[in-house]
């Protein structure tokens, strides 16, 4: 069935970092006359093209990139209002010259927040949800208060939310008290009514929002997703072996800059926008050690080869938490909105392959998509396709007040938020482990019912260590 080409459309390239995004968002633009917007926070930044693993001029092959190298080392990363306001105009210039906006990077709240109309509570201000570099503890002082002060007056503001958190949980605790003081308004209550509006919102634009002839009422423009993925083991070996190409090309060098820069700068925020970036907090003891030149050799080089495992390790952690945004987040989102036809996963696997299995199957999709026609079974593209399309749950926790259940594991020493994920903890290996050795002690039954947490049977009360939370926050 060929129906009319979408007006004023919009082809977004998604993915984990190292799966090739912004060399089939290359291909695409070639194909298509387009041009390519940034959506990687940290590409934001001029300069640092190893550290930002920025795209190359000539891996560029003559397309023009917008929103790359536009911020100074000591400015805050773009909060997504920012973001969004900035790729917009980009994107009206695009259109005016006639040709295709091509969105790619591995910042996923942007391009979510960029994708849909209506203000997502999750996206207010996400960026500082992810790094710290949200920028309104000037307005708001208290932000910077100690944890216990921020829950006092989140209580205060919004007791459901104070009541979601673990006392010591800092980070949520901070951002729904975010939230209070931004909108002026519980962060509970608009949870609750966004998911009201997206419910009511499906039943009213179901057939329109499938179609590719226009938007829904939630969504900007019509949008074709091409999720760039690869199998989790070879993605580990290619992510490790990127950073050892990064070292050889001169990682250090660019750490040094910035190191150069803090220091000549006496006010800047390491906590916030470059400062965090995977590379410069893991080399920065060893480089300071190096030029204080009051260590060993052996110490250095020791500290030099942690210092990269680090780096690597970090780079996967990294890899797997945009992994997990999209299956939890973006996923639900497009299905909120009848969209998830629209998103195409792409086996990037074999790299000797990409043409054939990434390159191809995305330029004949796109063609479909640009002329209107109907867009093949997006399931039926591969297993790792029906995998990854299938949402982890077919709900988002955060709008789901009703699962809100704390359970302590006393044994373990944990507070767990949600039944799935106290099974998760409880089928756990830890908990197993821990588990099995109370058996052998000998010790008193340890209670964990179904209908509440786990309870000490006896002794005084004591602090909760640690807070295992669902990925969905």
């Keep these: 069935m060929t129906r009319a080409p979408p007006q004023s459309p919009l082809v977004a390239v998604i993915g984990a970092t190292g799966t090739g ?21 940290m590409q934001l930044y001029h300069g640092l ?27 805050d990363t773009w909060t997504v209002v920012e973001f969004v306001k900035k790729a917009m105009s980009v994107m009206d210039e695009i259109r005016a010259r006639g040709r295709l906006p091509i969105l790619v990077g591995g910042t996923n709240y942007y391009i979510r927040s960029l994708l849909f109309k209506e203000s997502l509570i999750e996206d207010i201000d996400a960026s500082g949800a992810e790094d710290g570099s949200d920028g309104e503890s000037r307005e708001f002082p208290i932000l910077d208060e100690r944890t216990e002060v921020l829950l006092a007056k989140l209580r205060e503001l919004d007791p459901v939310m104070a009541d979601r958190w673990h006392p010591r949980d800092r980070r949520k605790i901070r951002r729904s008290l975010q939230i209070c003081l931004r909108t002026g308004r519980p962060a509970s209550q608009m949870y609750e009514e966004q998911h009201a509006r997206r419910q009511t919102s499906n039943a009213v634009n179901d057939d329109h929002a499938a179609s590719n002839s226009g938007p829904s009422d939630l969504v900007r423009f019509p949008a074709l997703l091409f999720w760039v993925h690869a199998d989790q ?24 800059e910035l190191h150069e820069f803090q220091n000549q700068r ?6 916030r926008g470059i400062w965090v ?30 210092a990269i495992e680090q780096i690597k390790a970090g780079t996967r952690q990294y890899a797997k938490r945009q992994i997990k945004y999209i299956r939890i987040q973006l996923l639900h ?14 086996d990037g696997t074999d790299v000797s392959k990409f043409a054939d299995n990434v390159e191809r199957p995305a330029l004949e999709i796109a063609e479909q ?18 995998e990854m399309l299938t949402p982890k749950r077919d709900y988002v926790l955060s709008e789901r007040r009703d699962l809100w259940v704390k359970r302590e594991c ?19 290996r830890m908990h197993r482990i821990k588990d099995k050795k109370r058996k052998k002690a000998g010790a008193r039954p340890h209670r964990q019912d179904n209908d509440g947490p786990a309870r000490r049977e006896s002794g005084p009360p004591q602090d909760v260590l640690d807070f295992k939370l669902s990925d969905d926050w």
């Design 410 to 428: 006393e044994m373990c020493n944990v507070i767990v938020v949600g039944d799935e994920d106290w099974k998760k903890h409880v089928k756990g």
């Design 369 to 386: 998509f640009l002329s209107g026609d109907t867009l093949p079974d997006a399931m039926a593209l591969s297993e790792a396709a029906k």
């Design 233 to 256: 083991d070879v993605l580990r070996a290619r992510l490790d072996g990127r950073v050892d190409n990064m070292l050889d090309k001169g990682l250090l060098e660019e750490v040094e």
């Design 266 to 271: 006496k006010d800047v925020d390491l906590t």
């Design 333 to 346: 989102a497009l299905k909120d909105t009848r969209l998830s036809n629209n998103v195409f996963v792409l």
């Design 21 to 41: 995004k912004s060399q089939l968002a290359v291909e695409l633009a070639r194909r298509f006359n387009g041009e390519i917007i940034n959506a990687d926070a």
């Design 49 to 75: 093209p190893i550290i930002t693993n920025k795209i190359t001029q000539e891996e560029m092959k003559g397309i023009p990139h917008h929103l790359l190298g536009s911020i100074d080392f000591d400015q």
């Design 277 to 306: 970036s995977i590379g410069y907090k893991e080399l920065l003891p060893y480089l300071r050690a190096r030029r204080a030149g009051l260590a060993s050799e052996d110490w250095l080089e020791k500290s030099k080869a942690q």
